[in-house]
C-alpha cells in the first residue's frame, strides 16, 4: 500500500458502473477496518473518480484488502486479497483463469448471480476499482466458493476467494467466511499440470492485529500458469 495515504481517496466511477447496489445496502462482512498506523488497510469515503488503465499496478505489487461499503457511504477493509496468480507466457493471466473458472468446460461456476459491491485499492490511480470477474459454485446448502480476480497487468491477477455462509443479519442474506478452505478448493480445481502452486505462503495485508485474528486462516497461495 501507499505509504501516505491521509488524503481521501475517491471511489472510481467504474466501480458504480460494473457493481450494480443500492448505496443504502449493508454489504456482507461489513465492518469498518481502523488503522493503527499509516499505510494500513482503512476504510475511505465515496466520491467521483475514473477507473485506471489495464496496465496500472494495484497497491504495489498485489492489492491487499477487500473493501465494501458500510452504513454511512464509507468504504471499509472487510477481507483479505489471498491468492496472487502469475502466467509468464503469452496468454493473459486472467485468460488463464477465465478458462478455469467461466470458460465453457466449467458449467458448475457462474457470473450471473448478483454481487455485493466489492473493491480493491489501486495505489497507483489512487482509488477503488472493481474486480474484473467474480464467480461462484453454487452447491446444496451454504458453503459456496466465491472468487473475486482483479487484473493487475498481462502477467498477474489478484484473486479473493471465500465461501458464502448464510447469515440472515445480512442485507445479501450471506457473508464472507472460509478464506483457507475456499483457496484450498480453488487450488483443487486447477488441477491440471500447468498449475503450480506455492503453499505454505505469506501475505502481509498490513492490517490491525485484532482484525487479522478475527479473519483467522486466509489460506495465503501463490500460483503459476505454465502452459505445455
Do not use: F
Not at 13 to 36: A, K, T
Not at 73 to 89: C, D, E, K, L, R
Not at 187 to 198: G, K, M, P, T, V
Request: proline content about 9%; hydrophobic content about 30%.
Amino acid at each position: 500500500m501507499d505509504d501516505d495515504r491521509s488524503h481521501t481517496p475517491p471511489i472510481s466511477g467504474g466501480l458504480e458502473r460494473r457493481c450494480d447496489y443500492h448505496r443504502d445496502d449493508s454489504p456482507l462482512g461489513s465492518g469498518v477496518g481502523r488503522p493503527e498506523r499509516p499505510g494500513q488497510c482503512e476504510s475511505v469515503a465515496a466520491g467521483p473518480g475514473s477507473p485506471p488503465g489495464p496496465g496500472a499496478d494495484r497497491e504495489r505489487k498485489y492489492p491487499n484488502c477487500v473493501y465494501q461499503p458500510d452504513g454511512d457511504g464509507n468504504w471499509s477493509v472487510t477481507m483479505p486479497i489471498n491468492m496472487h496468480v502469475t502466467a509468464p507466457g503469452e496468454q493473459r493471466a486472467l485468460a488463464a483463469i477465465d478458462a478455469e473458472l467461466a470458460g465453457l468446460e466449467n458449467p458448475r461456476w457462474t457470473r450471473v448471480l448478483p454481487d455485493a459491491p466489492t473493491a480493491a485499492w489501486d495505489s497507483d490511480g489512487g482509488q477503488l476499482v472493481a474486480p474484473d470477474r467474480s464467480v461462484r459454485r453454487p452447491r446444496l446448502g451454504d458453503a459456496w466458493t466465491h472468487v473475486h480476480v482483479w487484473e493487475l497487468n498481462a502477467d498477474r491477477v489478484a484473486l479473493h476467494a471465500h465461501l458464502d455462509v448464510i447469515d440472515l443479519e445480512y442485507a445479501y442474506l450471506h457473508r464472507g467466511d472460509g478464506y483457507h478452505v475456499a483457496t484450498r478448493r480453488v487450488r483443487e480445481h486447477l488441477s491440471a499440470s500447468n498449475w503450480r502452486r506455492e503453499t505454505p505462503y505469506r501475505i502481509e495485508y498490513d492490517i490491525e492485529a485484532a482484525r487479522r485474528a478475527d479473519w483467522g486462516p486466509t489460506g495465503d497461495t501463490k500460483l503459476e500458469y505454465v502452459p505445455d
